[in-house]
């Protein structure tokens, strides 16, 4: 910890599910003291804790709430405190624990926290110091600032549904630009949001450490989300189709959903390989990138086709280029393709699945999957968690441990920190302010690997995947 850069700051997280849990999980892997704000009212409980998954081998051990992947890797080197913030008494912990931090995370609409006393106002009170964050769906102000949100339903306000799409059959049987928007993902907002949090917590960590004063960080997950279709958005203000520039009378031109081609580039695309369900990306820039394309093909005729001569010409015939592409493709490997593309100098790259992943000779390499041990009554194998895409020269950032098991941390906290005396703790633990088991809780029922396919919540599953992962 000596070389950690973030040893001596201390952390309250009072979020739950994604998007602020994983800022304090890279707040841990720098070295904080992340303290987790739990609970063990079962019905208020994060739902990474209760519900989310994935459990090991598919079903729920004695201690449930212990063993979800999701929380597990999104709470990983953390501290658990549990409270019932709907009581004074909690929400007295919370503000004479916060006289203690250095950080607040938060991710309630803005009437809850104000609600509960808990807003920055009232908590710089206590510290006047205070960085925190909250983060919302919308921002602190604004007519939807009261909106609940979650990813999903964040897509579409940030506009980057509308740039996601599939190409469609059109009428004469060639590919035209889908109709219908899509998602981006596995709730790609809340990546955006961690990544935006922990930029705007280094600056303001680096602003206190000059200046002595602290801030609030009003962080709205759907502006994050827009920050990323910035060309789409300048294209439709920039690049209308009206009387000209400099007369205001332009009409706006909207980006195309085309799936996974390009606007310019060609050929671009994801081509199938050996093997099931394996493919390779592949993005030719410019002219020099289709020759050497080409060669490494053994077809460098290809070049001087009328059909494919130049981008545009490729652009209008790309759907007979792109079968030339998968026929060759098809009798290569994924790795085999990248490396030969990538020593022929144009842009590939295996499409890798989970399994893929976790075996990577690069990802190995580089040690990006971290080895965790959770205490032996968790019932959870050593697994490899996620690290962080970067690495220091200079100091340690690492996986500090397992996520917290439910109230581990209420003697510490309450007693080591905070000074409670024992028959209070006690009586915190009688009314079930604190417990280190869920109040009214279950496990959740777990549906068969074979439904799950058979549903299509799943493509499938791999019964030995075991065998092929690197030993730990």
Known sequence: MSAAPLKNIRVMDLSRVFAMPFAGANLADLGAEVIKIDTCQAQFMDTTRTITGPFPDNRTGELWWEQGGTFQNLNRGKRSLTLDL??????????????????????????????????YESLRAHKPDLIMVSNTGYGHSGPWSNFGAMASALEP??????????????????????????KMGNSYSDFMATWTA??????????????????????????????????????????GSGTGSGTGKGTGRRTQRIGNRHPVWSPHGVYPCQGKDQWVAIAARDQDDWRALCLAMGQPELAADPRFNDPMDRRRHQEELDAVIAAWTAQR????????????????????????????????????????????????????YVGRGWKFSGSQAQVRGPAPQLGEGNEYVLGEL??????????????????????????????????????????????????????I
């Not at 004469?172 to 928007?181: C, F, N």
């Not at 705007?200 to 602003?207: I, K, V």
């Not at 992943?357 to 194998?381: K, W």
């Open 418 to 471: 905070l000074g409670v005396d024992q028959g209070r703790i006690d009586a915190f633990a009688s009314d079930w302010t604190i417990g280190n088991t869920p109040e009214g809780g279950r496990a959740p029922a777990q549906v068969p690997l074979d439904e799950q396919v058979e549903i299509g919540s799943i493509a499938e599953y791999d019964a030995d995947y075991l065998d092929h992962l690197p030993s």
């Open 333 to 384: 490997t994924s790795y085999g393709v990248t490396a030969c593309l990538q020593d022929a100098g144009v842009p590939a790259g295996a499409v890798l699945n989970a399994k893929q992943a976790l075996t990577d000779p690069q990802y190995v390499s580089r040690g990006f999957f971290e080895t965790v041990h959770n205490p032996p009554e968790v019932e959870l194998r050593p697994k490899g």
């Open 86 to 119: 709907r009581s004074e008494q909690s929400q007295a912990i919370i503000k004479d624990l916060v006289r203690l931090c250095d950080v607040v995370l938060e991710n309630f609409t803005p009437r809850v926290m104000a609600r509960f006393g808990l807003d």
């Open 198 to 239: 922990l930029g705007g917590l280094m600056a303001a960590l680096l602003r206190r450490a000059r200046t002595g004063q602290g801030q609030w960080i009003d962080l709205a997950m759907y502006q994050t989300g827009t920050t990323v279709i910035g060309q789409g958005l300048l294209d439709f203000a920039f690049n």
């Open 157 to 182: 306000t940030h506009g980057t549904g509308a740039f996601m799409g599939y190409m469609e059959e059109g009428p004469d049987g060639r590919l035209i630009e889908g109709q219908v928007p899509n």
